[in-house]
């Protein structure tokens, strides 16, 4: 049984800076009829449980530590026994939604989960935030993205924790060298691909945000 990719929506709200925005979340969960693992747990552990069914939850993989995308992942990791992994850089970010709660592992660029027979490779890319990470999944063809890369540019980075030339930096020699026809699965909104994305780069640093 090889793995396959489903999407779920969530729905609540992203805070931070004083501002609080009504969001919809994508949440992925990857995996096989036996095992998966979570990518970003937004909003509503009980929906997401309820999408892993009676599957093994392996990870609940944080591509950074907005609220929006970690808020539910200490109760979905209490129901299903799951590992949290966040990059230790976003460990700040963290502690506003959960101080009372750690991540229970760090990832790390280069480093390999493995959900149902299929790795993920974790690409380091601050700039939305200093601990983002893409996952990038070769033998799927897709790119798990967070926040860094949007079908029409980079993630936001006009709030704290943020910076768009770093952000840049990231897409360019983390995300645009991965083939064309990779599939970008974001944190909010519709897929795209790195070929359609890739050569608006320049527009997007003319744009400057």
Not at 56 to 71: K, S
Request: hydrophobic share 40%.
């Amino acid at each position: 049984m090889a793995a396959r990719v489903e999407r779920l929506v969530t729905s609540g709200q992203f805070s931070l800076d004083g501002g609080t925005w009504d969001v919809d979340n994508n949440v992925w969960i990857v995996g096989d009829d036996h095992e998966a693992i979570v990518i970003d747990a937004a909003h509503d552990a009980a929906a997401i449980a309820e999408a892993v069914g009676d599957r093994r939850l392996t990870a609940i993989v944080c591509t950074h530590a907005h609220n929006d995308h970690v808020g539910a992942a200490p109760a979905l990791a209490e129901l299903t026994g799951a590992t949290v992994w966040l990059h230790p850089d976003d460990l700040p970010l963290w502690k506003l939604t959960h101080p009372d709660r750690e991540p229970d592992a760090q990832l790390a660029d280069g480093q390999v989960i493995e959900a149902a027979g299929t790795d993920l490779t974790v690409l380091h890319t601050p700039g939305h935030a200093p601990g983002a990470v893409c996952l990038y999944a070769s033998g799927l063809g897709v790119l798990f993205t967070g926040d860094t890369l949007f079908q029409g540019g980079p993630g936001a980075t006009g709030r704290s924790y943020s910076h768009f030339p770093t952000i840049i930096t990231s897409i360019r020699e983390k995300l645009l060298s991965l083939p064309p026809e990779t599939q970008v699965l974001t944190g909010h909104g519709d897929a795209t691909t790195i070929g359609a994305e890739a050569p608006h780069l320049e527009e997007w640093i003319a744009r400057g945000h």
